[in-house]
């Protein structure tokens, strides 16, 4: 809940480090993401990761990968990151044994 709630007050943190899903009750198209920094240790920013994208919850595509060398996350505590484009794959290029 509050890794998407709007609030800048809240975080959500794991330090396990498992993977955020988030699900949608229907089909939402989703085109940026923004992440905001943590509010007390730059070291739990995420300078580095992996957003997929799912219409079904088994077959997952990258939508966007941030590397730390390319991340421009904001040094400074509770600042969120410019928006960041996701790309979705078209069906072109998606195998044919996957097609609809």
């Known amino acids: 809940e509050k890794a998407i709630d709007n609030d800048p007050t809240t975080k ?40 997929e994208g799912s219409t079904d919850g088994d077959d997952w595509v990258t939508l966007l990968t941030i590397r730390r060398e390319q991340a421009k996350i904001p040094t400074e505590r509770k ?3 410019e928006w960041l484009p996701l790309v979705c794959p078209t069906l072109a290029e998606t195998p044919d044994d996957k097609l609809p």
Do not use: G, R, Y
Request: hydrophobic share 40%.
């Open 12 to 51: 959500w943190a794991d330090e396990n480090k498992k993977p955020l899903v988030v699900q949608f009750h229907q089909p939402t198209q989703v085109d940026h993401i923004a992440i905001m920094t943590a509010d007390d240790d730059q070291f739990k920013d995420p300078v580095a990761f992996t957003i």
């Open 79 to 81: 600042k969120q990151s």
